[in-house]
């Protein structure tokens, strides 16, 4: 008596599918979580306002806020809170605006930034 040879075949067929199917209702209980992982409290609430400059900013204006390439210095710099508040919040020429999305943290390093001259 000979087997038919297509039974494994659609054995593995069947369990594939099903085991298709119970991933898709995992991945659908699961999509609200993947959804707001991103929305979480940002890092930089609690940092002080050099922490921030210094992670945010000193990557394109320099380490010591002196300026390089086409980004200006930061030290120094002779604009007010409220100019500084609106360059972070709504950029400038190439900087982007949004960086710091909380206005008291702007406001916090706003205030930092016209102290270091």
Avoid at 33 to 52: F, I, K, L, R
Wanted: aromatic share 4%; proline share 6%; charged share 20%.
């Amino acid at each position: 008596m000979k087997k038919n040879p297509l039974i494994p075949f659609a054995l593995i067929a069947v369990f594939g599918i099903g085991l298709m199917f119970l991933l898709g209702f995992v991945g659908l209980g699961n999509m609200d979580e993947m959804a707001n992982q991103g929305e979480e409290a940002p890092e930089t609430a609690a940092a002080s306002p050099e922490e921030v400059v210094q992670g945010t900013c000193a990557a394109c204006h320099g380490q010591d806020l002196a300026g390089q390439g086409t980004a200006p210095a930061l030290k120094g710099v002779d604009l007010s809170v409220e100019e500084i508040q609106d360059v972070i919040t709504n950029g400038r020429g190439a900087m982007p605006g949004g960086l710091v999305k909380d206005p008291a943290q702007v406001q916090e390093i706003a205030n930092w930034l016209v102290e270091q001259k």
